[in-house]
């Protein structure tokens, strides 16, 4: 389930303030800011630089590879959602190809052909004659993943694929290798890519491990707020 982030906590009255306020000038504060750490997909760092944006001034963002960071920022929702999520934006998910395969638009089917290996050349789908190239992310990223489950109903991806490490490098290996086909979301889309197909459109994500507290609830509702 998709969550909203709780609203900021309504502000103290005068009186009260006043004691926080003398209380805070008689005993010195630690002012050390709260590390957030944040795992990104590639997919979706477009969003990196709205939270940064967004993180309060008790906090210091911080990046990180640990899939157990504070925060996890990426598209679709996976499989078997157990943790908080929070949508802080959307995005179309593509399939593109290099723009000299020779065809317009294709079908959910044909796609679904193409990346199993079934289809090995353009012509198969009324292209040129020139052999089919497919581009893939790991199995495990978010892209790929949901794109398995929406399209390939679970079949594997052709096993002559290349493997694209990160969103940049699909769209540079597309745009680049003459008969290549693979994935992208449209806020990635750029050069020498031509879009065949819009697979659906999904949800940029922030996940987290628990119901958020203090900076990091912060954090979820700036997000939310400028998407």
């Not at 995005?91 to 679904?112: F, I, R």
Request: one cysteine or more.
């Amino acid at each position: 389930m998709i969550l909203r982030a709780p609203p900021p906590k309504p502000a103290l009255p005068l009186a009260v303030l006043a004691l926080v306020l003398q209380a805070a000038c008689a005993s010195p504060v630690d002012q050390t800011p709260v590390p957030l750490t944040v795992q990104v997909s590639s997919a979706a760092y477009p969003w990196v630089s709205s939270a940064y944006d967004c993180v309060p001034s008790s906090a210091a963002l911080i990046l990180s590879d640990d899939p157990e960071a504070d925060i996890v920022l990426r598209l679709a929702e996976p499989e078997g959602l157990t943790v908080p999520a929070y949508q802080i934006g959307t995005d179309d998910l593509l399939v593109v190809t290099h723009p000299e395969v020779g065809v317009g638009a294709l079908t959910a089917a044909q796609v679904e052909a193409l990346f199993a290996g079934q289809f090995a050349n353009w012509r198969d789908v009324a292209g040129t004659d020139q052999d089919v190239q497919v581009w893939a992310f790991a199995p495990t990223v978010d892209i790929q993943a949901y794109f398995d489950r929406l399209i390939l109903h679970g079949r594997p991806v052709s096993s002559l694929a290349r493997l694209a490490v990160s969103a940049q490098h699909m769209s540079d290996s597309v745009g680049a290798v003459p008969g290549s086909i693979g994935l992208l979301p449209r806020l990635w889309k750029a050069g020498n890519t031509r879009e065949v197909l819009v697979v659906s459109s999904v949800p940029a994500l922030a996940l987290v491990r628990e119901a958020p507290q203090g900076p990091l609830a912060e954090l979820l509702a700036c997000m939310q707020a400028r998407r």
